[in-house]
């Protein structure tokens, strides 16, 4: 059974936005932090945006503080990530998961509560 489903990605131009969905069920988004991580071509996963589990608050990695946003609506169930002034290294394949996340993003996921990905691609 799916827990998170991701939507949102595609094709954009340089300096363009994406807006990604990430659909929870109501038990996730009340016991567990969401976070958006990706993974490029020959690279490792790493963590893009969070909630804190602890506290709520937002984590940004470096690559993306100031074009990359955050947001949660309780009444849709859902997670968003605001993607702006794309970059083509921010081609990758998009992940929302569900954990235990601290202010970086690292934290434990239970098993099955990682999205399917979607696919980002900013290109010219």
């Known amino acids: 059974q799916v827990q998170l489903v991701e939507s949102g990605g595609g094709l954009v131009q340089p300096g363009g936005s994406l807006r990604l969905s990430c659909a929870v069920s109501?038990?996730?988004?009340?016991?567990?932090?969401i976070g958006w991580f990706r993974q490029a071509p020959g690279k490792e996963r790493e963590g893009v945006s969070c909630?804190?589990?602890?506290?709520?608050?937002?984590y940004y990695a470096d690559p993306v503080k100031g074009r990359f946003t955050i947001t949660r609506d309780s009444a849709k169930n859902t997670v968003y990530l605001q993607m702006n002034s794309l970059k083509p290294e921010d081609t990758a394949v998009y992940y929302c998961?569900?954990?235990?996340?601290?202010?970086?993003?690292?934290?434990?996921?239970?098993?099955?509560?990682w999205g399917q990905g979607t696919q980002v691609s900013v290109s010219s």
């Open positions: 998961a569900a954990g235990l996340f601290d202010y970086d993003c690292v934290g434990y996921v239970p098993p099955g509560y």
């Open positions: 109501r038990f996730i988004l009340d016991h567990y932090a």
């Open positions: 909630f804190s589990h602890s506290d709520s608050s937002t």
